[in-house]
């Protein structure tokens, strides 16, 4: 199967150019030419695998120069017994006949991310020797916390990389610092940058654009890769988990084969979802999916009027892993519904970035009104929810999920859909304890790993290992850097 620009229907590279390049050269995405349908009779063989044989069938229908034996491989290192806590990798549990968590932070990072950044390493230096490529692979992260958590435990001492992750010096919190400053592995560095995100991202961008700096790494037997949302490989192994969670669905005995279900997820740069809507146009079973947002509510505002509109006020929210205003991948969902018009969605982008904004067509506008349904929950909200599902169900959630649980309880009243639904749940509750703490009525005494204990007690649960860990972790990496400083600090950490 070949991929295509969004932004360029003449483009047409193989599975592994797409993962090894990450953005098209005319700055598009890349997409499947056309979505595989799951065969008939998938769907059972499905049911009868566990989770890392769903993602060997699943990811192999989409790459052609990969082979069976290489995915299996990929899979057993990724999923393995120890990055991740339960053996099910992707549980889904039940709150009530019609409603389930699929929950995806049973691994090393105790977040979603890790879903498809223990992957992509695999994915990303295998497409690299496919190519020929004889250079060694950096990765060049900048971060805002959970993203670079999650791509330095994937990479950390994969032969033939080395990662290098940003982070804004006052810009995450104690405990996102601690995981990354903490981290372990030979290929591996870690820098504060003096500046917010922003500052972090545009000198990444600055390194990965200038030339000179390219050919002198280059010459040093060094290529730069980024890891970020963008990558169709790290969208993949995202599909994996919704088509898993029907099955699980099925075994329990929850639904029938062939019964739709709805999914409800908690949204930032739509990479989540989207996978989501890849998993329904394979042929699974879905009836709506539901975009959930905090206070940041572009999208809920999209979905609605079909107009996209990126000029509004920016809000720090309980849910930081979704403040975001430019949702890359809706990209992709543009371009599918578009029919495969590169110059319609290129037109969208070039009017996103000149005037703020986009209204899509009226074609586009009822295709989303059949796939998917979205809503707002705000940060008071989203703690009566913590707080009242606790309560009521003894299930504790963290503040993303709750926002996507809080939207699917108002997106049934209002419609009074009764399809049964699974919320999918990003985060463990002990990564944001100072929140849910809040929430469930507690006064949080200290900060950072120290609240750990604190939310165990109140909650009557234990934390993951990895964040428990953490208590007794020092930090390897202290250094803060200018902006100006980080090119050298690249050239020194390639050239050691
Ligand atoms: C990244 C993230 C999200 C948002 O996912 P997108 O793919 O960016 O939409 C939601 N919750 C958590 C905890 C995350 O880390």
């Known amino acids: 199967m070949r991929y295509i620009s969004t932004r360029d229907n003449e483009t047409a590279v193989s599975s592994a150019r797409a993962i090894e390049q990450g953005l098209s050269v005319e700055g598009g995405l890349f997409v499947p030419a056309s979505i595989p349908r799951l065969p008939d009779g998938a769907l059972e063989e499905l049911c009868a695998m566990n989770y890392r044989q769903r993602a060997v069938y699943v990811m192999k229908l989409f790459l052609e120069d990969y082979q069976v034996a290489e995915l299996t491989d990929f899979v057993n290192r990724a999923y393995s017994p120890r990055g991740f806590d339960t053996p099910r990798i992707a549980p889904v549990k039940r709150l009530d006949k019609n409603t ?21 390493p695999h994915l990303l230096t295998a497409a690299v020797r496919k190519n020929g490529e004889e250079r060694q692979v950096c990765i060049l992260v900048a971060t805002s916390g959970d993203t670079g958590k999650a791509a330095l435990e994937g990479f950390a001492d994969v032969e033939g990389t080395k990662i290098c992750v940003f982070y804004p010096r006052d810009g995450v919190s104690d405990i996102q610092k601690l995981q990354m400053t903490s ?43 980024s890891a970020n949302s963008i990558n169709w490989g790290r969208l993949l192994p995202q599909i994996v988990y919704y088509i898993s969670a029907y099955c699980d669905l099925v075994n329990g005995q929850e639904i029938a084969l062939g019964d739709s279900v709805n999914f409800c997820v908690p949204t930032g740069n739509f990479g989540d979802i989207l996978a989501g809507f890849y998993a329904k146009s394979m042929g699974l ?28 006020e920016f809000y720090t929210t309980i849910s930081p892993s979704m403040d975001i205003l430019v949702s890359s991948n809706l990209e992709r969902l543009l371009y599918h519904l578009s029919g495969g018009d590169s110059r319609e969605t290129a037109e969208y982008m ?75 749940s990003t985060a463990s509750p002990f990564k944001f304890c100072a929140a849910v703490l809040e929430a469930l009525g507690e006064t949080p005494a200290g900060a950072g ?20 860990a953490l208590a007794g972790k020092t930090a390897r990496f202290n250094d803060s850097f200018d902006k100006a400083e980080l090119p050298s600090v690249v050239r020194r950490f390639l050239k050691d």
């Open 100 to 120: 389930h968590f699929l929950e995806l932070w049973h691994g090393p990072t105790c977040a979603f991310k890790d879903m498809a950044l223990q992957m992509l």
């Open 183 to 225: 981290q372990s592995g030979g290929n591996v560095l870690v820098c504060a940058v003096n500046g917010n995100f922003d500052d972090a991202q545009s000198t990444v961008k600055e390194i990965f654009s200038d030339p000179a700096m390219r050919e002198e790494l280059s010459g040093a037997g060094w290529m730069l890769s």
């Open 285 to 312: 079973p879905v009836a709506k999916l539901i975009c959930a947002s905090n206070s940041n509510d572009v999208l809920t505002d999209f979905f609605k009027t079909g107009v996209y509109d990126r000029k509004r």
């Open 350 to 424: 070039e009017s996103l970035k000149r005037a703020g904004e986009y209204t899509v067509s009226k074609k586009i506008k009822s295709a989303m009104d059949g796939l998917f349904a979205a809503g707002t929950c705000s940060d008071a909200e989203t703690k009566d929810v913590i707080r009242r599902v606790f309560t009521e169900h003894n299930y504790l959630m963290d503040t993303h999920t709750a926002v996507a649980y809080g939207v699917l309880e108002k997106y049934r009243e209002e419609t009074g859909d009764g399809t049964s639904a699974v919320v999918v």
């Open 449 to 468: 790993p120290e609240l750990i204990g604190q939310l165990e007690n109140a909650a009557g649960v234990s934390a993951p290992a990895p964040l428990k």
